[in-house]
């Protein structure tokens, strides 16, 4: 009876992308689907690819775009309907100040915000990994930690090691405060020589993320959602002033 | 600006000169930057606008497609 159920429910849903739905076109053309379901309370954000910044990156790459992020974390806390945010992380990388803007605006958030890493969560992807009120890692992501190389508009001056120097401390800084990893083990990990091929530093694969205190659990989407709905829950009790309704 | 990411900087930069141009309009009061394909259509880059409620439409997201309709002025 709930097969046959699930089966009819099922069914329109096929028919439905042979049309023009708007949400797979959203994925095809854009690789996120910012659409706001108006009967979901959890507004979904993904952030995949490259982190664009301050330079429009070629088509080749896979982007998301920090400047349309950061007005939809703006709206999605605006929102009343929304009450839980979650943040799906499958990225490379990208523009340190575009990350960190983004890890900033979801840790400053007043609505419960769970992050959830599949795949990899790599470079400036770790400190948006640890920026939310609850981390889950899947048990086969990944997350790279190495250092900042050189690149960019650099001369080469002593001065220059120095900058580079600071730029890894704002990384640093957020993800030790962000989470229970402490800034020794975070270095060891970054500047750790060996592990990669091309690059000195760490690949920490998920239960190990776990272990060294980066990330809060190893789960998937069940315990995305049970976090956030009970995150959800205390946040509605403490608005109320504390009355359970 | 600096990358930190793990794919090459020199994957990630390649034909970067090859930009194409963008240009501002106005639609339904908002501002947007899109790139032309044809006469007739553009693509949304990116969105400029004061409204954060903006960039949860569907429609105004960026890779949508605008369509651009003639017509004789009597």
Redesign the interface.
Known sequence: MNNNQKASEVEPQTNDQNNKNPTVENIQQLGQNSTLQAESNIFCMTIIGQVEGHMVLPPQNKTTKYEHIIPQLVAAEQNAKVEGILIILNTVGGDVEAGLAIAEMISTMSKPTVTIVLGGGHSIGVPIAVSSDYSIIAETATMTIHPIRLNGLVIGVPQTFEYLDKMQERVVKFVTEHSNITEEKFKELMFKTGELTRDIGTNVIGSDAVKYGLIDTVGGLSEATMELNKKIDEYRQTKNGGMVQ | ?????????D??????E??EPSQEIELDGVIMQVQPMNSYQARIV??I?PN?????N?AY????TIYFHPHIET
Do not use: C, F, H, T
Not at chain 2, 61 to 64: L, M, V
């Open positions: 600006m600096i990358m930190y990411s793990i794919v090459p900087l994957d990630i930069i390649e034909g970067i090859n930009n990116r969105l606008s954060p409620q903006d960039y949860l569907p997201s960026p890779g949508q």
